[in-house]
């Protein structure tokens, strides 16, 4: 009987962070679950396209130990900030 391994939590976080480096509020921040970092992320970058928001260009996961573990950011100036 195959051993199923168990499900993590990762939490999404996606924001505009400007060239100074200021991350602005987050825009959108939810759970993340999947059976390990690279299936989280092969899930977030599936769907690339609603991964990155309007008005945001920095996308990250932090584990439960609120470290984090992956991002993916965008340049400032492809970012509309309206």
Not at 13 to 31: C, L
Not at 53 to 77: C, Y
């Amino acid at each position: 009987m195959p051993i199923e391994s168990p499900v993590q939590t990762f939490r999404l976080r996606v924001a505009f962070r400007d060239q100074r480096g200021v991350v602005r509020p987050p825009v959108r921040d939810e759970i993340v679950r999947a059976a390990n970092l690279r299936e989280a992320i092969s899930a977030l970058l599936s769907n690339a396209d609603s991964l990155i928001v309007d008005g945001t260009n920095l996308a990250w996961l932090t584990d439960n130990d609120q470290n984090m573990v992956w991002s993916l950011r965008m340049d400032e100036h492809n970012a509309e900030t309206t």
